[in-house]
């Protein structure tokens, strides 16, 4: 992504009602599809500015790779970890090592997906899990994909068939931030439609703020169990085929 694109994150992810929620979600999943009880060894794939570090450090040790160097400074000083650069496969990585590896909308950034699953599925512990979130309906493709370098939006058919050919079997897959789908839809056709270039991260006033991120939050309670066939975004948890 672009520098400004960094910066931006950095400013609003700690209170920006879509961050805030998601890591709800994303902690609900952890609970709810976690390989093991106790702490788990976790490898974060693309941690940008670090928003999501403290939320993972709550289930054990982390290690994590960021390949922008401004992003990954920010996130070193933010979790106090040291991060890795560089790109997959490029980066090594010990083999049978993590409980759990999360993409959390990284692998829509990622040109060859199935390679990076591919090598990162080497990386999994015996019983290990790789858990991921991506954009979902490839219809909804707008300016903010374009600005945020996504290589693809995925269905729940290319998600799992991406799993597949990297050797993983999806083992649970849903849509979510489902509520505000006809909201978000309808901006992006909007913006479609008018020309509007960028993204569509703004931050909005405290009274939206709060209660966007009450109505996408709430959505913590059935995620992790039901499988929503539509939503804005897809989460997925898969493990290796051969074990």
Do not use: C
């Amino acid at each position: 992504m672009d520098r400004a694109t960094y910066d931006r994150m950095a400013e609003i992810d700690k209170d920006h009602w879509w961050f805030v929620a998601r890591r709800r979600i994303i902690a609900r999943l952890i609970e709810r599809h976690r390989p093991k009880a106790g702490p788990l060894r976790i490898l974060e794939v693309g941690a940008g500015t670090g928003s999501n570090l403290e939320l993972l450090k709550g289930f054990g040790t982390v290690d994590a790779i960021e390949p922008d160097d401004g992003a990954r400074a920010y996130a070193e000083q933010r979790s106090g970890l040291k991060i890795k650069g560089g790109y997959l496969p490029h980066v090594p990585l010990d083999d049978g090592a993590y409980d759990l590896i999360v993409l959390l909308d990284v692998l829509e950034h990622i040109p060859g997906d199935v390679e990076a699953l591919t090598y990162l599925k080497t990386k999994l512990a015996p019983g290990g899990r790789i858990i991921v979130t991506v954009p979902g309906s490839p219809w909804m493709w707008s300016a903010h994909d374009v600005a945020h370098h996504h290589q693809r939006r995925y269905t729940t058919a290319s998600l799992k068939r991406t799993f597949r050919e990297a050797g993983l079997r999806p083992r649970f897959t849903t849509h979510f931030n489902s509520l505000l789908f006809p909201l978000i839809a309808a901006v992006r056709i909007a913006g479609r439609l008018t020309g509007k270039g960028g993204g569509d991260d703004a931050m909005p006033s405290k009274p939206v703020n709060a209660a966007l991120t009450a109505i996408f939050g709430a959505e913590r309670h059935w995620v992790a169990t039901l499988s929503i066939p539509f939503g804005v975004s897809m989460a997925s948890v898969a493990e290796p085929t051969i074990r």
